[in-house]
């Protein structure tokens, strides 16, 4: 069982305590119902489902119930951050090359 | 005395106390502080159980966890049966009652070892090549009778009347092993103050000192100065000490689970302690001290009763005086050997021989057993053992062949080397590493621990306690405690003994056809693993596959490394090359007992009950489960079937009244300045121009523009809406709530709050509704001006607060009564009591849902399925033509959702209305078109309606809303049924009957 660091408890809880809520940093556009077939198509379907580091949302649903960001290797399985909803994407990980 | 085997002046046990046992109906008598396996044996007996596959008659190969072949029954009593207990841990208790396994009619002779002539028949892979033709043979014939013959041991058939318990654990360092090097890690660790938890999986810590005579620590012998360090860690506050627990699994950040035996060997552990316990621990170090297991020699018939590792003998006679024989021999590649032999000499047990696979073997150990006048041959191999259910004479021959020479014996030791214990290293996913004395050891760590001793290859006990003190001291260092006293215990006398062998011993080579067992648990052969090679397996994974070679309980312990060297020799490659399988937990069996706790039966998962449901149940209530919901379902009178009691509701609800719980309704208060703006966003309907006092049923869509939930929602101020869902519903649309609101409209000012169950609901619904409610409410006025449909007022009913909707989901005028749910019952009952002048009913689930479907009204989840949009259900009304956005706005205009010829919902009518349509039943147009016909629809929900005096059915079908009046098939295995499409609405379908 993973721990994961809500960053509003501000501490590491037992993966228990979350619920995944798919990628992060898809933002619903503003002018949803103007947008071509193709945009919905990339704001809704696609998505990465990458091999090493991904970026994703998670619920504290039994704890503070905030959504959150987290970083994840999806090889290792290892969290390498968390961070709070609404704050930009990370542009250094650390311990990460690249 | 108890057993002839046992030596007066040998072992650690108090001959006086003894405890009473039987196997297989045998009484014998034990000494407390024996297990099974020592108790038999201090009796003479060797013979334990017969092998898997070929029912060979085996005995005891070790003196612990790793023992393959001595898995017996232990039953208590009826229910409380364990099959494959290994008698090698199981602790002897008065009254103990054990049973062998796998033989028949008994252990001395059993029919299935016919299987054992026949083995060239059974050979590696034996099941993929034998059984596969006539292909219809398999499922009749062949796999009932190999289902009956495989596996070993009987599962009990009663429920288990056991409990266990569960529970978590956080510490600074956890010490998995409680031997020499455990426990100087252990002390180390714990002087500094950090938490420590250090477990081992026997009654008692020490580990290879129970057997090591010639180890001396502190002054003292090894086992006594063992026994005063666990005192001293238990009268620490910050140790937590844990024996007869095993380490079973390494999971991710140092998550490792442990099973504490908390009562297996008390003779009677009464009800108030557990069976087991299952500790999950989280620790910020963990120091593995697993120790190393010995190997066994791979050689012709080294399976027979009485051939056992060598360790196990010494620790038989040191710690349990018990000897495992009068004249035992010795086989080895390796010095430990020696040690055992010089011991049971010492114990006045005659040393046939030992004979050295290596040539001219010196050493300190060596020269002791020439000392005490043990003949030694070196250079030469025990090619085959004479006897059967008990092993009678060694042939020794010189290991390049030569001259064969018979040796009587009774028991014979053999040590091939030892093997550290990598499991639980690699469970955690570190990568080990073969060394340079030939043995695997931790290599690259993936978490954080370390392994000491034994399983990290270290030879020797100075050298171990070194490793293991300075790790227990740097782990606690890292975790916050003080810098270690310098109180490393100090080795007076050591062990320390040289390499062995890997893979077959002569005589056990290519060519020989020889049964030299590498896994006795899974009966496989160096032979078998030869020809898997030769079979085209390449790696080691599929080795094991087709052998079966360290499967099941073994998990390797015994049989890897042997397999992998004789696997490697045929492949002609180093064996780093041909690989190391991969551990899995459990290292050791886990009960499902344990892992399962307290979550069976009633606690497997929470049942939830309605604050009236003591009333449902009193009156002859049958309930039906609703997610973790107990439902009413339908209220039967006496003679009255399900079918008698719906109708009667239903006809009572449409002409005077009934009651309805409604209580699992999902509820949600949204409340803020935003609220309006929020549910504008969340739900189709337009909601800024909703009157305060009025409700309005809602659709709420996914992104994708299908239906998500529906539920009416009541506006009880400018900035607070009482929403409701549907009972399957709550959660996850509550969720989806406070997605939106978190993350895309953060900037709205709104408050969410479940009040499911805060308050309880029961639906009045009927021509006789508001006569039922009226003379109980205070402060509304319920005439239709005041409180027209589809409205909600605040007042009190029977003097507690209410939030009264009137509204209906039966089409008759109707109303949901809305109370704390702590007054449920008695609102409820109050109800009943003015119903009952009015002749009401109380209703249950199928009748709401008989009368919901006779207004054609949807039910979420039955007529839609998460691909049907409002405009497929007919619901394109409640979609707000004017807004610019909320959730779905766009996936409504998708391509497929705004296509012709979609699956809408409509009404179907049986051409016969006597016959009621089998919900999920497909619907076609050409019942005479060849198979697979073309399905255009399906039925989504079907009814007998006693209202309307026939059967009614919604479906979903293909350009529904064009083919009204057109018939349709519905094609059934013994006839096709005939209906008409037609509107969705079955009774009064003008919607007078609201007001009525």
């Known amino acids: 069982m993973l721990l994961i660091r809500c960053p509003y408890c501000e501490e590491e809880r037992p993966e228990l305590e979350f619920r995944n809520a798919g990628e992060a940093h898809i933002a619903r556009p503003t002018d949803i119902a103007a947008i071509s077939d193709d945009d919905f198509e990339k704001f809704f379907f696609i998505r990465q489902n990458p091999k090493g580091i991904i970026y994703e949302r998670w619920r504290h649903v039994h704890g503070c119930a905030r959504f959150f960001n987290a970083v994840r290797d999806t090889v290792s399985d290892k969290f390498v951050m968390t961070y709070k909803a609404g704050e930009p994407k990370p542009s250094k990980l650390p311990g990460v090359s690249k | ?996």
């Open chain 2, 1 to 996: 005395m108890s057993g002839a085997f046992r030596i007066g002046n040998a072992g650690r046990l108090t001959p006086a106390r003894t405890a009473r046992f039987t196997f297989d109906g045998k009484a014998y008598t034990g000494v407390e502080g024996d297990t099974l396996a020592s108790a038999l044996l201090a009796n003479g007996v060797h013979l334990v159980g017969r092998s898997f596959k070929y029912h060979r008659p085996r005995g005891f190969l070790s003196a612990g966890a790793e023992e393959p072949n001595a898995l017996v029954e232990i039953a208590r009593d009826s229910a409380r049966k364990t099959p494959n207990v290994r008698a090698t841990v199981q602790e002897l208790y008065d009254g103990l009652s054990a049973k062998s396994q796998n033989r028949w009619p008994s252990l001395s002779f059993d029919v299935g070892a016919v299987n054992d002539v026949a083995s060239p028949f059974f050979s590696a892979g034996f099941y993929y090549k034998t059984f596969m033709w006539p292909k219809s043979a398999w499922k009749n014939i062949y796999e009932p009778n190999i289902r009956s013959a495989a596996g070993l041991g009987v599962a009990p058939d009663q429920p288990d009347p056991d409990h266990y318990s569960s529970r978590f654990a956080h510490c600074d360092v956890l010490i998995v092993g409680g031997g020499a090097a455990g426990l100087a890690a252990a002390l180390a660790a714990a002087e500094t103050g950090v938490r420590v938890i250090v477990a081992d999986e026997q009654a008692e810590f020490g580990g290879a000192l129970r057997f090591e005579s010639g180890a001396g620590i502190e002054g003292q012998d090894g086992w006594a100065w063992a026994q005063g360090v666990v005192a001293k860690l238990k009268s620490m506050g910050n140790v937590r000490v844990l024996p007869r627990t095993t380490a079973f699994g390494y999971y991710a950040q140092n998550f490792v689970a442990l099973v504490e035996r908390v009562s297996e060997h008390l003779a009677d552990p009464g009800h108030d302690v557990p069976r087991e316990r299952l500790w999950q621990v989280r620790a910020k170090r963990v120091v593995l001290a697993t120790g190393a297991i010995e190997r066994h020699m791979v050689f012709a018939d080294n399976d027979r009763p009485g051939v056992m590792l060598a360790s196990a003998a010494r620790t038989y006679l040191n710690h349990y005086g018990v000897a495992v024989g009068r004249n035992v021999g010795v086989y080895t590649a390796n010095d430990s050997a020696y040690a055992a032999a010089i011991d049971l000499k010492k114990a006045g047990v005659n040393v046939a021989a030992i004979v050295d696979l290596r040539d001219n073997p010196s050493g300190a150990l060596i020269d002791q057993a020439r000392a005490a006048g043990i003949e030694i041959h070196d250079g030469r191999a025990v090619t085959r053992v004479g006897g059967k259910l008990r092993v009678s004479s060694m042939i020794v021959q010189p290991k390049n062949g030569g001259g064969e020479r018979t040796i009587a014996i009774d028991a014979l030791l053999m040590s091939a080397g030892w093997t550290p214990s990598v499991h639980l290293f690699s469970q955690s996913r570190g990568k080990v590493a073969f060394n340079e004395d030939k043995r695997f050891v931790p290599g690259t760590y993936a978490q954080d621990c370390v392994s000491v001793g034994a399983c990290n290859g270290t030879d020797g006990l100075a050298a171990s306690m070194d490793e293991a003190y300075a790790a227990g001291a740097k782990a606690a260092k890292e975790t916050g405690g003080k810098a270690a006293k310098a109180n490393k215990p100090k080795v007076d006398a050591d062990e320390v003994w040289s390499r062995g062998m890997l893979g077959s011993a002569p005589g056990a080579g290519p060519d020989a056809t020889v049964k030299a067992f590498v896994d006795f648990q899974n009966d496989v052969t160096a032979k078998d693993i030869r020809q898997a090679v030769r079979e085209g397996m390449r790696s080691i994974e599929h080795v094991k596959r087709f052998t079966t070679n360290g499967m099941a309980t073994d998990q390797g312990k015994t049989s890897n490394m042997h397999g992998l060297a004789i696997a490697a020799d045929m492949l002609s490659k180093p064996i780093p090359e041909v690989g190391l399988t991969t551990f899995r937990a459990p290292y050791t069996p886990v009960t499902f007992g344990a892992i399962i706790s307290h979550a069976r039966g009633p606690l497997f998962d929470p049942t939830r009950r309605t604050p009236m449901h003591g009333w449902a149940e009193k009156h002859g209530a049958v309930f039906e489960d609703v997610g973790q919901w107990k439902r009413a379902w339908y209220f039967p009178r006496a003679g009255e079937d399900m079918h008698a009691a719906v109708d009667r509701e239903c006809v009572a609800v449409r002409k005077t009244a009934g009651l309805f719980d409604a209580s699992t309704l999902g509820k949600i208060e949204v409340v803020g300045p935003d609220a309006a703006k929020f549910m504008e966003l969340l739900y189709t309907n337009p909601w800024e121009k909703l009157e305060v006092g009025r409700c309005r049923y809602g659709i709420m869509l996914r992104e994708d523009g299908f239906i998500y939930d529906d539920g009416v929602v009541g506006r009880l101020a400018a900035d607070r809406f009482h929403v409701t869902t549907t009972t399957g519903g709550a959660a996850r649309v509550m969720n989806h709530m406070e997605d939106y609101l978190q993350t895309e409209f953060p900037q709205l000012n709104v408050w969410l709050t479940s009040i499911s169950e805060q308050w309880a609901v029961i639906a009045v619904q009927g021509p006789k509704s508001r006569e039922i409610i009226a003379p109980l409410v205070e402060g509304i006025d319920m005439s239709d001006e005041a409180m027209p449909h589809m409205s909600v007022r605040e007042g009190k009913i029977c003097g507690v607060p209410t939030r009264l909707f009137r509204m209906s989901f039966t089409g008759d005028r109707g109303f949901e009564v809305n109370v704390p749910a702590d007054y449920g019952q008695a609102v409820w009952e109050a109800l009943w009591a003015e119903g009952q002048k009015h002749d009401a009913a109380a209703y249950g689930t199928e009748a709401m849902h008989v009368l919901r479907a006779e207004k054609g009204y949807i039910i979420v989840g039955q007529d839609t399925d998460g691909t049907v949009t409002p405009n497929d259900a007919g619901l394109d009304w409640a979609v707000g033509k004017k807004k610019t956005d909320f959730v779905g706005i766009r996936g409504l205009t998708r391509p497929d959702l705004v296509a012709k010829g979609r699956k809408q919902l409509v009404g179907l009518r049986t051409k016969d209305p006597k016959i009621v349509l089998e919900e999920g039943a497909q619907v076609v147009d050409n019942p005479n078109q060849p198979i697979p016909m073309k399905m255009i629809g399906h039925v989504t929900s079907s009814y007998w309606s006693e209202n309307c005096g026939r059967s009614i059915a919604l479906a979903l079908v293909a350009g529904g809303r064009d083919r009204m009046g057109e018939t349709l098939y519905v094609p059934m295995p013994d006839k096709v049924i005939e209906v008409e499409v037609t509107g969705m609405v079955f009774f009064d379908e003008k919607g007078e009957r609201l007001n009525g």
